[in-house]
């Protein structure tokens, strides 16, 4: 006679095989998507821009848009979406799985995650962007085998995700915004309603527009300043240390606070490596005494971080947390 219980195990074994989970980062100023398999590897992908200039209903239909997209490759190729991973900035609220506010974008406390599901047919968990990024770098990346890390996403805003002891820190969907952090009492309106906030001082943003302002010259952004420091422009140098010192000053005081042994700074301004890591490195040092003295070092998977937190999440909310490669499982 035929094993049957065999048999099925056999199928459940082939329907696991063709299993996947989709991950989608939104940014400010880009998406990046991918369906991705059991053990974290891109199956396809795609790249499209937000539309958040046309406002928050036009961002809700370009993410449908994407995850409707993601899931035809994903079918084209045999396989079936288990679950969608969506991570967004600002302030998310993930046991609600509502988009409470963000700047960038300009929804508030909009139920994101079921307009999604409503829009595509797919079962969708929501997070943050720089949170999915930070336990990405702690189980694929940079944070690999440390239970406490500092994660800092250095883009157009600043942004942090603290894992402590091993989980991340959500506290609402508030923890985290280390861009507003007042570096300078008094300083440059910030986004948020603030003034002198980290991200007026040390986002890329502000790092390009700074130069702008003192040179009159307007560059293509924080990358160029970036050249212009390393060949030795005073203004842009200037513009840099300016930002690297007040990116060691915010990071002293979460030192204090929160005490990680790891900070992994990502992010497009962290592309310059030891020109940025060096002198935050060495502010850090001198700001602090008794406090023990985190490591510093760059991120390692670059702008997929956010994609692969998503899919993390997407794979952990479909019940099966542990789709990931066993080398990997060993050190998170």
């Known amino acids: 006679m035929p094993d049957r219980g065999r048999a099925r195990d056999g199928d459940r074994a082939h329907d696991r095989a063709h299993d996947c989970v989709i991950g989608l980062d939104v940014g400010g100023t880009g998406m990046k998507g991918a369906v991705l398999d059991r053990s974290?590897?891109?199956?396809?992908?795609?790249?499209?821009?937000?539309?958040?200039?046309?406002?928050?209903?036009?961002?809700?239909?370009?993410?449908?848009?994407?995850?409707?997209?993601?899931?035809?490759?994903?079918?084209?190729?045999?396989?079936?979406?288990?679950?969608?991973?969506?991570?967004?900035?600002?302030?998310?609220?993930?046991?609600l799985q509502r988009a409470a506010w963000s700047a960038n974008i300009g929804?508030?406390?909009?139920?994101?995650?079921?307009?999604?599901?409503?829009?595509?047919?797919?079962?969708?968990?929501?997070g943050h962007d720089v949170r999915a990024g930070g336990v990405a770098e702690c189980a694929l990346g940079a944070g690999r085998g440390t239970a406490n890390v500092l994660f800092v996403a250095i883009g157009t805003g600043i942004a942090a995700a603290l894992v402590c002891d091993g989980s991340p820190v959500v506290s609402g969907g508030y923890a985290g915004e280390l861009g507003h952090v007042v570096v300078e009492p008094g300083g440059a309106a910030c986004s948020c309603g603030g003034g002198g906030c980290l991200e007026t001082v040390a986002s890329a943003s502000a790092v390009a527009?700074?130069?702008?302002?003192?040179?009159?010259?307007?560059?293509?952004?924080?990358?160029?300043?970036?050249?212009?420091?390393?060949?030795?422009?005073?203004?842009?140098?200037?513009?840099?240390?300016?930002?690297a010192d007040a990116l060691a000053a915010a990071l002293a005081t979460v030192t204090s606070l929160l005490a990680p042994e790891l900070v992994v700074l990502g992010g497009g301004l962290a592309e310059a490596d030891a020109l940025l890591l060096d002198p935050v490195r060495a502010g850090l040092s001198e700001r602090l005494t008794f406090q023990r003295r985190p490591v510093l070092a760059r991120a390692e998977l670059g702008d997929r971080a956010g994609c692969l937190g998503a899919g993390l999440a997407a794979w952990q909310a479909a019940g099966h947390p542990?789709?990931?490669?066993?080398h990997l499982l060993r050190h998170a």
């Open 209 to 243: 527009s700074r130069y702008t302002a003192l040179t009159g010259r307007t560059v293509s952004g924080a990358a160029e300043v970036a050249a212009l420091t390393e060949r030795g422009d005073p203004a842009a140098r200037a513009v840099w240390e300016r930002a």
């Open 40 to 95: 974290m590897q891109p199956v396809a992908s795609l790249r499209r821009p937000t539309p958040r200039a046309e406002g928050p209903d036009a961002v809700v239909a370009a993410i449908t848009e994407a995850l409707l997209d993601l899931g035809g490759l994903a079918a084209e190729q045999g396989l079936t979406v288990r679950h969608a991973g969506v991570v967004v900035p600002g302030i998310v609220d993930e046991g």
């Open 322 to 326: 542990d789709s990931r490669p066993p």
């Open 107 to 126: 929804w508030r406390d909009l139920p994101l995650a079921a307009l999604l599901e409503r829009g595509t047919g797919m079962p969708v968990h929501l």
